[in-house]
Nanobody, 120 residues
Framework: QVQLVESGGGLVQAGGSLRLSCAAS????????MAWFRQAPGKERELVAA???????YYADSVKGRFTSSRDNAKNTLYLQMNSLKPEDTAVYYC??????????????WGQGTQVTVSS
């Protein structure tokens, strides 16, 4: 029923910027905690940023100060603005949602991911 679709990935040079979008279905989008995850080759999936239904954000230390997560509830869309990109940011980026009634600490809806590649 619920679908999340990421877009905006691509190839950029180090120091460049990129904005990812996650379009979500569902009329209760505004009540879902959301998050961005990424998985790089040979590494485990990691939490990049999280945002509450009220807009409170959390960032991993590796991206704090460079990435900004936001949401537009009227458009059912989650964003991740990525600035000062580094080669280490290269990964597949996924958005995730904790749907209404979901368990705290768990995400039960996931997008298919969008590739971000940062060249040296």
């Amino acid at each position: 029923q619920v679908q999340l679709v990421e877009s905006g990935g691509g190839l950029v040079q180090a120091g460049g910027s990129l904005r990812l979008s996650c379009a979500a279905s569902g009329r209760t989008f505004g009540s879902w905690p959301m998050a961005w995850f990424r998985q790089a080759p040979g590494k485990e999936r990691e939490l990049v940023a999280a945002i509450s239904s009220g807009g409170t954000t959390y960032y991993a230390d590796s991206v704090k100060g460079r990435f900004t997560s936001s949401r537009d509830n009227a458009k059912n869309t989650l964003y991740l603005q990525m600035n000062s990109l580094k080669p280490e940011d290269t990964a597949v980026y996924y958005c995730a949602a904790r749907l209404t009634g979901g368990k705290p600490g768990e995400y039960d809806a996931w997008g298919q991911g969008t590739q971000v590649t940062v060249s040296s």
